[in-house]
C-alpha cells in the first residue's frame, strides 16, 4: 500500500486550496488532483491499469452532472466500462452496474470492511 498526499505531490493539502479559493468550486481541484495522484501512484508501483471502485450510483450521479452541464463529451466518456486504451494509463469501473447497497450487503455478508466517508466540503459541492 502507497498513500500519497496532495502536500507531499503538490505541495498543497485540500484544506490550503479551500481556504485560498473558497468553499466553491473545490471540488474541480479536488477532482483532477485524485486521478493525478492515481496516475502518479501507479506509475511509482509500476502498474499498468487503474482500477476503481466507481459503482451505478456514481455513473448515474455523474450522467445526470454532465447532462445538466451540457457537457457532450464527458457524458459520452463516463458510461465507459474501459477508458485510457490509447497510450494512457488504462482505468476501469468493474462496479459499474452494481448498486453501492448491493456491495455494502456483500460486504456485510462476508464481514469484510467497509468504510464510507463523506469529504468535509461536500454540502458546498454540486455532487
Same mark, same amino acid.
Given at each position: 500500500?502507497?498513500?500519497?498526499?496532495?502536500? #507531499?505531490?503538490?505541495?498543497?493539502?485540500?484544506?490550503?486550496?479551500?481556504?485560498?479559493?473558497? !468553499?466553491?468550486?473545490?471540488?474541480?481541484?479536488?477532482?483532477?488532483? !485524485? !486521478?493525478?495522484?492515481?496516475?502518479?501512484?501507479?506509475?511509482?508501483?509500476?502498474?499498468?491499469?487503474?482500477?476503481?471502485?466507481?459503482?451505478?450510483?456514481?455513473?448515474?450521479?455523474?450522467?445526470?452532472?454532465?447532462?445538466?452541464?451540457?457537457?457532450?463529451?464527458?457524458?459520452?466518456?463516463?458510461?465507459?466500462?474501459?477508458?485510457?486504451? #490509447?497510450?494512457?494509463?488504462?482505468?476501469?469501473?468493474?462496479?459499474?452496474?452494481?448498486?453501492?447497497? #448491493?456491495?455494502?450487503?456483500?460486504?456485510?455478508?462476508?464481514?469484510?470492511?467497509?468504510?464510507?466517508?463523506?469529504?468535509?466540503?461536500?454540502?458546498?459541492?454540486?455532487?
Amino acid at each position: 500500500l502507497k498513500i500519497l498526499s496532495y502536500q #507531499e505531490l503538490y505541495g498543497w493539502s485540500m484544506d490550503a486550496i479551500v481556504s485560498h479559493i473558497g !468553499r466553491r468550486n473545490n471540488c474541480t481541484f479536488c477532482g483532477v488532483f !485524485r !486521478r493525478q495522484a492515481l496516475d502518479r501512484g501507479a506509475t511509482l508501483l509500476g502498474a499498468d491499469k487503474i482500477v476503481t471502485g466507481h459503482n451505478g450510483d456514481d455513473i448515474a450521479e455523474t450522467v445526470l452532472l454532465n447532462v445538466l452541464r451540457g457537457d457532450a463529451p464527458r457524458l459520452q466518456r463516463c458510461t465507459q466500462v474501459t477508458t485510457g486504451q #490509447e497510450g494512457a494509463l488504462q482505468r476501469s469501473k468493474p462496479f459499474k452496474y452494481a448498486y453501492e447497497k #448491493e456491495i455494502v450487503m456483500y460486504a456485510h455478508y462476508k464481514k469484510l470492511d467497509y468504510f464510507s466517508t463523506e469529504c468535509i466540503y461536500s454540502p458546498y459541492a454540486y455532487r
